[in-house]
Nanobody, 114 residues
Framework: QVQLVESGGGLAQVGGSLRLSCAAS????????MGWYRQTPGKERELVAR???????TYADSVKGRFAISRDDAKVTTYLQMNDLKVEDTGVYYC????????WGPGTQVTVSS
């Protein structure tokens, strides 16, 4: 059984920074993708950033140049460094690991205030 746990969410001011972490536990030795999504009330969950096993990355246009996804294979953890935060970055952030199936964390709230 694989479990993902996000941490690092909270309250930040416009222009500030937060770093999210997502640690995987259980039987996960290899992944194809790890990524971060966010969801706001009334909207569908949207991709924020994703990393393939080869290290290549994909970012939503709205976060390019501000957010960076990284990983620590030894800790089976992915990170999302969020800089220059904007009010529209507010939402619940979910991490996802994809092996032969998809695993999701429970989500962590990020609130950016002006």
């Amino acid at each position: 059984q694989v479990q993902l746990v996000e941490s690092g969410g909270g309250l930040a001011q416009v222009g500030g920074s937060l770093r999210l972490s997502c640690a995987a536990s259980g039987s996960i030795n290899r992944f194809n993708f790890m990524g971060w999504y966010r969801q706001t009330p009334g909207k569908e969950r949207e991709l924020v950033a994703r990393m393939r096993i080869d290290g290549s990355t994909t970012y939503a246009d709205s976060v390019k140049g501000r957010f960076a996804i990284s990983r620590d294979d030894a800790k089976v953890t992915t990170y999302l460094q969020m800089n220059d935060l904007k009010v529209e970055d507010t939402g619940v952030y979910y991490c996802q690991f994809i092996t032969v199936r998809s695993y999701w964390g429970p989500g962590t709230q990020v609130t950016v205030s002006s």
